[in-house]
């Protein structure tokens, strides 16, 4: 599967180490991810990915937004997991209704 980092750049989840912040890397790493991004264009790195190679790649994205584009579930888990939530809609709406009615 691919994640899509934004500027028409993708990378295979399977090269994935982790996905970061900027902010919350040291200043070396920060430095490697903006000089990698700048050099396409004036954009500034939000987001730091971290390969399995040990290079960074940069991304003006969010970390949260590639974090998401990057989640994969089984048909099965997505389906069990859909089903509790609309189960705890369900248990909400009644609890809901019956404050109304007291």
């Not at 190679?53 to 970390?63: D, F, H, I, N, R």
Request: glycine fraction near 10%; aromatic fraction near 4%; charge should be positive.
């Amino acid at each position: 599967m691919l994640i899509h980092l934004g500027d028409n750049e993708f990378i295979g989840l399977h090269r994935v180490v982790g996905i970061f912040h900027v902010h919350s890397l040291d200043r070396n790493s920060t430095a490697k991810i903006r000089g990698v991004l700048t050099k396409t264009g004036e954009k500034r790195a939000r987001t730091g990915v971290l390969t399995t190679s040990g290079t960074w790649v940069g991304s003006t994205l969010s970390a949260d937004s590639l974090a998401g584009r990057g989640r994969w579930l089984p048909p099965q888990v997505f389906e069990s997991l859909d089903a509790l939530r609309k189960q705890k809609n369900k248990s909400m709406l009644k609890e809901s209704s019956e404050e109304k009615l007291s």
